[in-house]
């Protein structure tokens, strides 16, 4: 999994192997954003459920000036914090 666009583009997001969940696919968040289009730049962007960030830190990459990420399982805080790092 990587960002697919923006200023980030091709870094790796790191996710866990030990959650039942799935990430959103590459090419889901890349459909999003590129319906977005310039939406995003200096926007700001808020990232419910976050888990590893991937929406968020996509958006960042693309422009938007800032953002607030959510997420209640512990089992994803740390790689979060990984990733938006």
């Known amino acids: 999994m990587k960002i697919t666009g923006g200023l980030a583009k091709g870094i790796p997001i790191k996710s866990s192997t030990k959650s039942t969940l799935r990430p959103a696919t590459d090419y889901l968040r ?6 977005l289009g310039n939406l995003v730049e200096n926007a700001s962007f808020l990232d419910l459920f976050a888990g590893t960030g991937a929406y968020g830190l996509e958006a960042w990459s693309r422009g938007a ?14 790689i979060l914090q990984s990733n938006i790092e």
């Open 65 to 78: 000036s800032g953002g607030l990420f959510v997420e209640k399982d512990r089992l994803f805080i740390p």
């Open 30 to 35: 890349q459909a999003i954003f590129s319906s």
